[in-house]
């Protein structure tokens, strides 16, 4: 590397260090104090050259012998000359002798001068050879650092024109180019090698990825195979181009934490239960693992074709894989049940249906930028809201819409008005109905809808965290029914919610509500009541159908929406999770040690002999592991220092792992319960990477490199510890050294 001459100091390699001794140096005023070079640092220093000229320092080491290509300006071309900071610790001359490029650099130096003079041709041959190796793989590692830096941050690689003179040429050829600037090698080598040796064209770019992600997918495998137990997740989804794409993942505990792993899309034809399982199983195999005797668990949604009882893939996998207990995904279930529970009332389902014409409306051009307008002018100094689309299938998103109106219930009430008004007569036909829609019964029922849900919330989150376990997950799914429970039977929580509704409408206008008791529509007709058929004249009418009750009073509301909505909810929620009441379930809890359960072996009997425990020794291990943790509790108890009692599933397994042999079974059965899947929130988070990868500009990619480009955007942690010599080796041993030599 070439640097600024300076005409008083060494200006090649074969010239030694500048080191003038003079009686007084040039003296400084830093930092409120006379300052100047100091002759005793050339003794501490051996690469430091003086410039009487610039009156600075510079380090002879990197000036000549620099490797990486990458140097501090201050010690090669400008100069040094802060002396307040030149022997500080973090900075100056000895932050300068410990960083890498100057070891290196200093260490090619020293190289240089113990050189053998009398080495015959073959061995500076050996040397320049060892040299060309060096420079290529630094090359080499350059691209896969780029295409890493692609990878993670789910950048597209390729340009639309890759020609040297192209302004397009795509990230991976501007990122290469970026480095060449600020590094000579790479530099030279993109300027000086043949066209067919830069090894930037897309099928290097595709093998280089696919390295890449054999070597990670290899190191989940090996995970896997140390774990013992997995449990396979699976969904699918269609990508831009209508291609059905099948995530796998896998569950498993490796070294006392619980990983949910990505590990491929696989582009689906045949959508059959069969199909489906034949792809979740060549996957396991192309990862050489023991799936029929190491598969512990699989979690789908509860389509049919998933969870069929006779032909469905769960089953398929079952008869293979005999252990493999299917769970069907937690998550989705909570989502039918809240679902489900809003539109088996009337009035809920009315209302959402409102809510979804106001999102249409305000999502006009013209209405959102006035919508903008009018929530920075009453809510000032807050960030704008945006209202939210309903959904069946995105989970806790009827939550999130709600809370927005209700937070922007002014600015709703305030658009809706002055649009009724506006010079457009479809638009203002639109306001005026939305605004005639959005009652005192709306507003009640909006507070209702936020606090029935944000109970729900919660548990919405906690379930599709990778770390849940199945145990975890019955706690929290017992708490969320117990409080919603509490909610339906408490009067003062219903008062609570009408009171808020009541001063809402107070604070708008909206006229409706009294004192809190009576509702008075007036410009509504009151319908004339049905009269019975003279054969039920005898008989108690619960409900009629197409009969739709009045809601105008307090009492009202609360008999035929409210309570409803809580009934079904909880309704649903009893029939969604009804399984989580079963053997294995109770088996599970009775694992945790925070179970009153604990260590029980008649609950954990079912559980242990579905996977081929030994109970003769099941029960000495439970005896033995509850006696353990009776007396860590007591010794915590005097000595806090002596580390808390497990309180968890996951903390006790890690636990009992130390006494892997000793308690064999009851921690086999341990890693299996946390291994169990609570739900495909992994699978759903994949899908969210697929459509920031394959996006409508990016639609031409092949299968194979969707897959590579998915699994090292999703195991980005994976992708940053990855060594890059190791996939220099590989695609060294793959090119066999044809353009440049690596080996």
């Known amino acids: 590397m070439s640097f600024v001459q300076i005409a008083d100091i060494s200006h090649n390699c074969n010239d030694p260090p500048s080191r003038p001794l003079l009686a007084r140096y040039p003296v400084k005023i830093q930092g409120g104090a006379r300052r100047s070079f100091q002759t005793a640092w050339y003794e501490q220093y051996q690469w430091i050259e003086y410039s009487q000229q610039e009156d600075s320092i510079f380090c002879y080491a990197c000036r000549h012998f620099l490797v990486s290509g990458v140097a501090d300006k201050a010690f090669t071309s400008i100069g040094f000359s802060n002396w307040k900071k030149a022997q500080y610790k973090d900075a100056g001359l000895t932050l300068h002798a410990k960083s890498d490029y100057h070891v290196q650099a200093f260490t090619a ?234 539109k088996s009332v009337q009035a809920a389902a009315d209302f959402f249906v409102l809510m979804e014409k106001l999102y249409v409306f305000v999502s006009g051009s013209y209405v959102h930028a006035r919508w903008v307008e009018i929530q920075r002018e009453l809510f000032k100094g807050e960030r704008v809201r945006e209202l939210q689309k309903l959904s069946d299938t995105r989970w806790s998103c009827r939550y999130v819409a709600c809370k927005a109106v209700r937070d922007r219930f002014a600015a709703v009430i305030c658009l809706l008005t002055e649009l009724a008004n506006d010079c457009n007569a479809h638009r203002a ?47 929290l799914i017992d708490v969320v029914v117990e409080d919603l429970t509490t909610a339906r039977n408490d009067e003062a929580q219903f008062d609570r919610i009408w009171n808020d509704a009541l001063k809402v409408c107070v604070s708008c206008e909206i006229k409706g509500l009294d004192d809190g008791t009576q509702q008075t529509v007036s410009a509504t007709r009151v319908r004339r009541g049905r009269r019975l058929p003279s054969r039920l004249q005898d008989s108690i009418v619960m409900e009629s159908v197409g009969d739709h009750p009045a809601v105008d009073s307090k009492s009202s509301f609360k008999q035929h929406v409210y309570l409803p909505v809580m009934d079904s909810l909880l309704s649903e929620m009893t029939k969604r999770f009804d399984s989580t009441q079963c053997a294995v379930m109770r088996g599970i809890d009775a694992l945790n040690p925070s179970s009153e359960h604990f260590a029980d072996l008649d609950h954990i009997k079912p559980f242990a002999e579905a996977y081929n425990t030994d109970i003769s020794d099941l029960q000495h291990e439970l005896y033995q592991a509850k006696r353990m943790l009776e007396r860590l509790s007591d010794a915590s108890k005097k000595d806090p220092s002596a580390g808390g009692v497990p309180a968890s599933l996951v903390s006790f397994v890690t636990y009992t792992a130390r006494y892997g042999e000793a308690l064999h079974e009851v921690h086999r059965l341990g890693r299996i319960a946390v291994c169990l899947p609570v739900s495909t929130a992994a699978c759903e988070r994949s899908f969210s990477a697929l459509r920031q990868i394959k996006t409508y500009v990016r639609n031409s990619m092949s299968d194979s490199k969707l897959c590579n480009v998915s699994l090292l955007a999703i195991e980005r942690e994976r992708l940053h510890s990855l060594s890059v010599d190791a996939v220099v080796d590989a695609f060294a041993v793959a090119h066999k050294n044809r353009r440049i030599t690596l080996l």
């Open 109 to 342: 130096w020293q190289d240089y001068k113990n050189r053998d003079t009398s080495k015959s041709i073959l061995h500076q041959l050996t040397d320049e050879r060892a040299r060309q190796i060096k420079e290529n793989r630094h090359y080499i590692s350059a691209v896969v650092n780029a295409l890493k830096f692609t990878a993670i941050h789910r950048l597209a690689q390729r340009g639309h024109d890759e020609t040297r003179e192209s302004v397009n040429a795509g990230n991976f050829i501007d990122l290469m180019k970026l480095i060449g600037q600020y590094n000579d090698t790479v530099g030279k080598k993109l300027t000086d090698l043949p066209r067919n040796a830069k090894y930037v064209c897309h099928n290097i770019q595709n093998e280089i990825l696919a390295i890449m992600a054999k070597i990670i997918l290899n190191e989940i495998a090996n995970e896997v195979r140390e774990a013992g137990e997995f449990a396979v997740l699976s969904d699918e989804s269609k990508d831009c181009r209508k291609t059905e794409q099948l995530s796998v993942v896998l569950r498993y505990f490796f070294r006392g934490t619980v990983y949910e792993s990505f590990v491929g899309f696989v582009p689906m034809s045949d959508l059959t239960a069969q199909g489906v399982s034949s792809q979740i199983v060549s996957q396991l195999e192309k990862m050489h693992l023991d799936y029929q005797n190491m598969l512990v668990g699989q979690g789908y949604d509860g389509a049919s074709v998933m969870s069929g009882q006779h032909k469905g893939v769960a089953k398929i996998i079952t008869d293979k894989a005999h252990f493999a207990l299917y769970v069907h995904c937690h998550a989705h279930r909570l989502n039918l049940a809240l679902v489900d529970a809003v």
């Open 429 to 475: 036909l639109e306001a005026r109905t939305l605004w005639s829609a959005i009652d005192a019964i709306f507003v009640v029922t909006l507070h209702v809808m936020c606090d029935v849900f944000g109970k729900s919330q919660s548990l919405s989150t906690m379930l599709q965290s990778s770390s849940v376990d199945l145990s975890k997950a019955v706690d």
